[in-house]
């Protein structure tokens, strides 16, 4: 059974910290892209950082560059988020994502339940 599992949201204060943790189950974690993205109420999904499956190349969304990132541990089968100077704007849900394909052909495309991620003001 494939399990996504994120944790380590919560409230924080604007300017603050937080790492989210994924923890994978039940496929090759080590052969897929990993990825994050977030949801903020009435917004669509959308991507903040993304690692490749040996951790080589990562890509941030425009809004998280220079203040999170992104990496993996293939042997603990987790990948991280490391958020800081959070904004108001980083507000949202926070979706761990395992995928396994190139940009054209998908092949497995996995998803945590989400963490929410709280900045006040």
């Known amino acids: 059974q494939v399990q996504l599992v994120e944790s380590g949201g919560g409230l924080v204060r604007r300017g603050g910290s937080l790492r989210l943790s994924c923890a994978a189950s039940g496929f090759t974690f080590s052969i897929y892209a990993m990825s994050w993205y977030r949801q903020a109420p009435g917004k669509e999904r959308e991507l903040v950082a993304g690692i490749t499956s040996t951790g080589s190349s990562t890509n941030y969304a425009d809004s998280a560059k220079g203040r999170f990132t992104i990496s993996r541990d293939n042997a603990k089968r987790t990948v991280l988020l490391q958020m800081n100077s959070l904004k108001t704007e980083d507000t949202a849900v926070y979706y761990c994502?395992?995928?396994?394909?190139?940009?054209?052909?998908?092949?497995?495309?996995?998803w945590g339940q989400g963490t929410q991620v709280t900045v006040s003001s």
């Open positions: 994502n395992a995928y396994l394909g190139t940009t054209v052909v998908p092949l497995r495309n996995y």
